[in-house]
Structure formats: structure tokens, C-alpha cells
């Protein structure tokens, strides 16, 4: 017997930005979050997020967010307190899930129960023939190439467009 998953008619999307990729030495410094319902963007939530500690070169040169855009930005703490609020029990759809949910429970003691969607482990599954499963390549297989994705907030609105081609 085959279960099919409930079609969600709400749901939130998240990404993140992060100073590196070990969840023991690196931070989150941008999240942006995206409420969506009956395929339509209702709300979004953004913030910087200081890191308490001067950011990489490297990580400025690839996401573009320096230390002056965050010296006044609220801790992790904080911000995740924000996000929790805003998203309730809404299911979480974001892609790279194993990822994105580790760092943001490293980098916290805030816990997040929701059901959480993966778009990475999704698009796999409903479009095997592509060579990467960057949110761009599968934009572009979509159809959306002309989609430019600067912030995490661009990520966030794009991953509804992603989940609602892949689910």
C-alpha cells in the first residue's frame, strides 16, 4: 500500500547564511524565512545575525555580508527566538535539510520540532538526471533561470517555488 504525504497548503521556507561548514566552529549570520500559503509568499523574516567575531574574507567575497553588516545585527539566540515565533508548527521546507537544521541546532539550545521538507532529497527523487542539485540548476530546469539569487531571502522565495515543482 502506497501512502501518499498530505498536500501542505502551509508552510514555511528557511535559509541560512554561515561563516564556514563545521557546525562547531562556525556561525549562522543571515536567515531568512518565507510563510507561505496556498502557494503564495503571505509574510517573510530576515536578519543578520552577529557572530560575535570578525567574519573570513573568503565568506565576505561568497555571500557578500561583512563585518559592518552585522556589528549592530542581534545574536543567534535572538533571532532564532524570532523565527520560532514566527513560524509556530508550520511545517519547515528547505533544501539541503540535514545541513541547514544541524547548523541552526548547533548554533542554538532553541529547540525546533516541526516536520521538516527536504527539497535536496525531493529533487533527487523527481528529477534524477540532473548533475547538481544546486537551487540554480534546478531553477533553470524548471524554467526559472532568470530568477537572481543574492540574499537569503531570494533563497527563501525561490524554495517555494522549488518545493511546489518537485513535491
Known amino acids: 500500500m502506497c501512502i501518499k504525504r498530505k498536500i501542505l497548503d502551509e508552510y514555511v521556507t528557511i535559509d541560512i547564511e554561515t561563516t564556514g561548514f563545521n557546525l ?53 539566540n535572538i533571532v532564532l527566538n524570532k523565527l520560532v515565533d514566527f513560524i509556530g508548527d508550520l511545517p519547515i521546507v528547505v533544501h539541503n535539510a540535514n545541513y541547514v537544521m544541524k547548523f541552526i541546532k548547533a548554533n542554538t539550545n532553541i529547540k525546533i520540532e516541526n516536520e521538516v521538507i527536504d527539497t535536496l532529497t525531493l529533487s533527487k527523487k523527481k528529477i534524477p538526471h540532473l548533475k547538481n542539485y544546486t537551487l540554480k540548476s534546478i531553477l533553470e530546469f524548471s524554467g526559472n533561470s532568470d530568477i537572481v539569487l543574492n540574499r537569503s531571502i531570494d533563497y527563501a522565495r525561490v524554495l517555494a517555488k522549488v518545493y511546489e515543482h518537485v513535491r
Open 24 to 76: 562547531e566552529k562556525d556561525n549562522i549570520i543571515e536567515l531568512a524565512v518565507c510563510k507561505v500559503r496556498n502557494k503564495r509568499i503571505i509574510d517573510s523574516f530576515t536578519s543578520f545575525i552577529n557572530p560575535n567575531k570578525p567574519i573570513n574574507k573568503v565568506i565576505t567575497k561568497i555571500t557578500g555580508i561583512t563585518d559592518e553588516m552585522l556589528k549592530d545585527a542581534d545574536t543567534i
